[in-house]
């Protein structure tokens, strides 16, 4: 079967440049060096490309991602990059098989975490962008009382979320340095092997960081390719013409299909005016028939994905290459 | 269960609310004089309630919806508010057991549904979005043409989307009018009982049409309730208070969990800063503990309840209601 004869809209993954980009990560950040965050792409089965790569860590957003990913054998040493104080999700994941670490920033997730089998964290360190984060002064004491409730605490984590998109390289450098001079206080306070941080605009910017959690890399997307980070687009939704005239072309992909947050997406070969639930509004640069297939890249890849129940792997980035695989997007969602 | 006790980030509907949605829409557009579109909803158990206030016909802008509904009952009168060309796809409408009438604009979209067993169209107008419909005067042509392949034509069709969601009413009434000259221009040459027009922006509006597209109006969400309309919010996402300090807090609803297409979502007593991927950022109006739970209101419902499972039904809007049901959200996705 051939891209263009999928049923649409669908994730399509060129495995030529998804393994490119998986080589270049990992000649950059070698074995340990990454922790590929799954959260961008909730797919076991790319998991398992990444560590045949020797990335055996991987970092995660929700409980889901680690349960899946252990269910999936990828048990080496997990870590929930995020917050949770759900005792049912706290204790499935400490029962899961797996090496699991959890981020803690306040009593109350440090006491949850405890209280409910789990037995690393990592402190989770505010570096700059309002979100989770204990104050790098307050990260001291809040290791101090992980390790009163018998927690071992591996180390610290900061993630510079307001650094990895900014177009220009020396002002991400400028204000990487900065989030992790944050860090390195929080780091010096709390003790431990791990620093963990970063993401794809970062992954070769931050010194600091003993892993650097970068997830977008492997498929990428319009909004990071506008920074110079050498990865290549690797997915594409690929979608039916279901209208032409002369002034304008409609495809079956919208909202329902891509996540707009960063923006429109693009459209091979066209201009986009808008999207809306099912749909895409185009100009194209040639003219298409009703029946024809268009490539579209996404704006953002994590929430796109999210939307759909698999990915297709294909052999080339065009509608003629052959699909050889279909990769369920199983660590969606988050449970009933 | 309360709504407190759920596992976060779910959606939960306001069973009076909803009730309440659904007895006004019925008391004004009674029967088939509403065809209510589950593309917003995409749920056959709320589609169930429609029917039990009298509305038998529904709109659906997938095969899977059509697929769906069919599967759980709802045969009567199903219309496939959208083009598609996809065989396989036109063929399971076909068999599926209900009756099913699809929206045709283009001599390929005729010529598929007539290869592959439909036996009943709509001739989908343009009458002033740039998106799908061919162009009025094209209509009567198009009709022919699909008598021609032994269609039954059964009407025409024309969603004045470019109008639904206009602030001003004055506004919506006269491009309404505008709009629906065109499709009754159409209509002259098309014939046939079936004028299938508007949405909830529109459903008290537009006088032209015989039956109304709606299907907002049973859930709401912030960008529909900055009109005047008489509906009220009856869905929330309940979220979890993970991290909060003496600033702002974070909840464990992000851009997963509900889409910014239509912008943020409002978080109940607080101001929304931002959402990222897994996370939204707020300014609580009292101050709120981690743990705590929040309510979300979504500003765009359709490709929210696109990212869930599920929808929970509660017996009130607030997080002391009680959880009375489960919904699946079993309309979404595209089929393999």
Redesign the interface.
Known sequence: MRVADL????LVIDSEAFAFNLDTMAAARPGRTLRPHV?ATKCTALAREQAARGHMGFTA??PREIVGLAAAGLRDDLLLA?????P??LRAMAECGARVTVAV??P??VD?AAGNGIREVLIDVNVGM????C?PEAAGALADHARARDLTVRGVMGYE?HVVGLDDRAERVEKTTAAMFRLEEAHNAVGGDVISAGGTGTYDINELATEIQAGSYSLMDTAYAKLDVPFSYALRVVA?V????A??A?A?CG??AL???HGNPDVENAAV?F?????V?FAPRAAV???ERVLVVPAHV??SI?????MYLADGPTLDADVVD?WPVDLR????
Request: net charge negative; proline share 7%; aromatic share 4%.
């Open positions: 049923p649409t809209p669908a959260k957003a929700t995020n917050q949770t104080v759900d049912e999700r920033d306040s109350e997730t949850a309002p979100r989770c984060g104050a979320g039916t279901v209208h032409a005239n002034k304008f409609v079956d909202l329902k996540s707009l947050d005016w999207c809306s639930d099912e749909h509004t028939r009703v029946g994590d929430p999210a939307l759909h129940e698999c279909r969602g988050w449970g009933a």
